[in-house]
C-alpha cells in the first residue's frame, strides 16, 4: 500500500504494480447514520464536497472539467435501436491503448458513454478482440497517428486494427471544419457536461478516474492518465458517422442476421 500527497494528483496513480491507492468516502464509515452523513455533506461548500467526502482532489482552477460527478453520471440504461453509435480509440503501448463506446441520442443531442476498454502492452489483436463484441459494424473513430506505419510489417497502425475486423473510418478524426485540436475537443465536451448533454454510466470508474485528475500545468493540458477521454474526445469529434445498428435482414423464410457493415 502507498501513501499519497493528495494536493499533487499525479501521486494519486499508484507508480508501482506493486503498490496501490485506497480513497476512502463518507460511504466508508460505517458509524455515520444516514442523518449524520447529510449533515456533514450541508456543512461543506459545494465546490469543497467531493474532495472532503470521496477523496477526490481538489485541483482548483487547474482542473480542465470543474463539474461535479452527479451532474454527468447515470445509471446504465438500454441502448433505443435509434441512438447512433461509434467508438473512439486511442493508440498507445507504453501508456495504455484505450476505446470508448459513445451513443448519441440525436434528438436530445445528448452524448452517452457506455462501455470503455484500456490495456497498455498489447497488441491490435488483442484490443480489437475486447472490442468487436461491442459491434463490428459500429465505426471506430481514429487519432492521427493511426497513419503511423509499423517498422516490421510497413502497416499502417488503422489498417492493422482494420484488418482484426474493427470498422475504422477511413480518416482520422477532425472536427466538421477539418480541424483537430485538443483545446477546442475539450471545450466542446466541458460545454457538453455543463449543459447536460454528456452522460457517463456510473460504473466506468476507469473513466472517472481520469476525468478526476484531468488538469493543468501552467496553463496547458497535462497529457498524463487520459486515454479514455481522449478516446471519447476523438469519438465525440467524429460523431456525424456514428450509426445506427442495422436492422436483420430476412432471406426467404430465414434470419439472416444483421446487415454487414462490409456490404
Not at 19 to 47: C, E, G, M, N
Not at 174 to 200: C, H, I, N, P, S
Not at 208 to 214: P, T
Not at 229 to 244: C, D, I, N, Q, V
Request: net charge negative; glycine share 8%.
Amino acid at each position: 500500500m502507498s501513501f499519497t500527497d493528495s494536493s499533487n494528483p499525479t501521486t494519486l496513480q499508484p507508480q508501482h504494480k506493486d503498490r496501490i491507492v485506497i480513497q476512502a468516502t463518507i460511504d466508508d464509515a460505517p458509524h455515520f447514520s444516514p442523518a449524520d452523513k447529510q449533515r456533514l455533506i450541508d456543512s461543506y461548500p459545494a465546490h469543497e464536497r467531493e474532495a472532503r467526502l470521496k477523496g477526490i482532489p481538489s485541483l482548483g482552477s487547474g482542473r480542465i472539467f470543474p463539474i461535479t460527478e452527479e451532474t454527468i453520471l447515470i445509471d446504465p440504461v438500454p441502448i433505443p435501436s435509434y441512438w447512433a453509435q461509434i467508438i473512439g480509440t486511442d493508440f498507445g503501448w507504453d501508456h495504455p491503448f484505450a476505446a470508448a463506446h459513445l451513443a448519441w441520442d440525436r434528438d436530445a443531442d445528448i452524448v452517452y458513454v457506455t462501455k470503455t476498454y484500456r490495456q497498455r502492452e498489447a497488441t491490435p489483436v488483442i484490443h480489437a478482440a475486447a472490442i468487436r463484441p461491442w459491434g463490428g459494424w459500429i465505426p471506430c473513430a481514429w487519432p492521427h497517428d493511426g497513419l503511423q506505419h509499423d517498422k516490421g510489417s510497413g502497416e499502417a497502425l488503422a489498417d492493422q486494427y482494420r484488418a482484426q475486423g474493427l470498422n475504422m473510418l477511413q480518416e482520422r478524426a477532425t472536427f466538421d471544419d477539418g480541424g483537430f485540436g485538443v483545446e477546442a475537443g475539450v471545450a466542446d465536451m466541458l460545454d457538453r457536461m455543463q449543459t447536460g448533454r454528456w452522460k457517463v454510466f456510473r460504473h466506468l470508474m476507469d473513466w472517472l478516474q481520469e476525468f478526476r485528475l484531468y488538469h493543468r500545468k501552467d496553463g496547458r493540458i497535462v497529457k498524463e492518465r487520459d486515454d479514455l477521454l481522449s478516446a471519447s474526445r476523438y469519438g465525440l469529434m467524429m460523431k456525424r458517422f456514428a450509426e445506427t445498428e442495422p436492422k436483420p435482414r430476412a432471406v426467404g423464410n430465414a434470419y439472416a442476421g444483421p446487415q454487414s457493415w462490409m456490404t
